[in-house]
């Protein structure tokens, strides 16, 4: 008997939180589930380099649950690699792809220049991909509406999820042969302060989870109570706040808790700066897209007057050197790079300083150095010594911890027939996987890089 194929292909997040890719042979029909770049350790980041383990002209869709680069940072190489279909996500997540692979572009011109630079005589890399290649991406994007059934092929259907996590983003439910399959993306916090609650899946007969804090509860604190004590506190000592932040949601986020703070007087007025061109991009996408997040449109612009929001280069080096008592928003987030760098420069060393990491830190990344205690920090080639406050929000994960996750399939009643956890560290995805079987007797699988499995 010739049965049609229905598979699935972990390309990437499998035992690991970045790559996130998961190819589908679904009949004659080829999809692939976001399309992510590994990030973090050299040796996870060399994998986008490695062959990608199928081939290209076997997609017929890639299918993006959200704009993160670990979702679809390898959306210009896949496309100069020859892929010609189409990129289908919701609006949000498309304009925010969009201005997420014109930045990643550059970086990947940059770093090949910078390691060419290093080694003159060696063999001269190429960049990952270039700032065309991500025009060319983006010129195959189409936008499908959130909450409705899509026939993308005569046997197979899509529905894209308000999921929270960041604008735009969803879970993917995908219909095949009568099973529903459920991608969750990047499950958001049940009570998020920009977003609305996410929508729950009624049913799965395959699930993917991700599993980023699958072990861990998110502490109950209220980001808003923490981040006042410690401006107030840095206030006191007439110091520099560094809080490093992701250009997508966290830097708004931060923005208008602080907006909030000193609109009701619990803080006194400072100056606050937001010195990231990518998150100021992104605040316009928050002004374009209204009805996926909560903040009033009026509310919005009072938020970004209080704010001096800096873009060009030159303004930024001029703001680092500025000994005036200062709340500084800029990223990158896990201190891998971006002008937070040439602040740390400045007051890493300095005791009336405090730097605030708001979010996840990748294992090897200096975010995570940080908060595990480092003495010395490693910033362009050499180390500066670590006297200013270091302070962890871990409140602020734009990701569902433990509850959230359980909380999010918690309208499904029958035990999927598979249950993949992914987007998470080794440790966590044990930890959640026994969470699982303990609570609802649920079996899971966590599955390899390149595994493929029969779903038929
Ligand atoms: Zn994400």
């Known amino acids: 008997m010739n049965k049609s194929p229905f598979s699935i292909q972990f390309l990437g997040a499998a035992k690991t939180v970045t790559g996130s890719k998961f190819f589908l042979r679904l009949g004659s029909l080829g999809l692939l589930v976001d399309c992510g770049i590994f990030q973090g350790y050299r040796e996870i980041k060399k994998r986008n380099e490695d062959p990608l383990g199928i081939l290209v002209s076997d997609i017929d869709y890639v299918l993006l649950t959200h704009g993160h680069l670990d979702h679809a940072g390898y959306l210009p190489k896949l496309v100069k690699d020859g892929f010609k279909g189409k990129i289908l996500g919701t609006a949000p997540t498309l304009d925010l792809a969009e201005i997420i692979l014109m930045d990643s572009g550059k970086i990947q011109e ?123 506190e840095n206030t006191k000592k007439q110091g520099t706040l560094i809080l490093p932040c992701f250009a997508v949601e966290r830097a708004q986020t931060l923005m208008f808790l602080l907006w909030q703070l000193m609109k009701e007087k619990q803080i006194p007025p400072i100056k606050m700066i937001l010195d990231s061109p990518m998150a100021a991009n992104v605040l316009d996408l928050f002004k374009n897209h209204p009805k996926w997040h909560e903040i009033a449109q009026k509310d919005l612009q009072d938020m970004i007057s209080h704010f001096t929001i800096i873009k060009k280069f030159k303004e930024s080096l001029h703001m680092v050197e500025s000994d005036e008592p200062k709340i500084i928003l800029a990223g990158s987030g896990m201190l891998s790079g971006g002008r937070v760098l040439r602040y740390l420069q400045k007051y890493i060393g300095d005791p009336d300083a405090t730097v605030g990491i708001t979010g996840f830190q990748a294992i090897g990344t200096k975010g995570r150095r940080l908060v595990e205690g480092a003495q010395t920090l490693r910033i362009y080639g050499r180390d500066y010594p670590v006297k200013a406050k270091i302070v962890n929000f871990e409140m602020f994960s734009a990701h569902a911890d433990q509850d959230d996750i359980m909380d999010w399939i918690s309208e499904i009643k029958i035990q999927p027939a598979f249950t993949f956890l992914i987007h998470g560290e080794e440790e966590s995805m044990l930890g959640f996987q026994a969470f699982l079987k303990e609570k609802k007797n649920w079996e899971s699988h966590i599955p390899e890089h390149h595994e493929i499995v029969d779903l038929s």
């Open 110 to 232: 940059e770093e090949a220049l910078r390691s060419n630079r290093f080694h003159p005589d060696g063999e001269q890399e190429e960049a990952l991909y270039n700032v065309d290649d991500a025009r060319h991406a983006i010129q195959q994007f189409s936008s499908i509406e959130e909450g409705e059934w899509v026939k993308i092929s005569p046997d197979v259907s899509i529905r894209l999820q308000y999921i929270g996590h960041i604008l735009g983003a969803t879970s993917i439910e995908i219909d095949f042969q009568g099973k529903r399959m459920v991608f969750s993306g990047d499950i958001g916090r049940e009570n998020d302060i920009l977003l609305h609650p996410f929508k729950k899946p009624e049913k799965a007969d395959i699930l993917l989870l991700e599993s980023t804090y699958g072990n861990r509860k998110h502490p109950q604190e209220s980001g808003k109570e923490a981040l006042k004590h410690v401006v107030l």
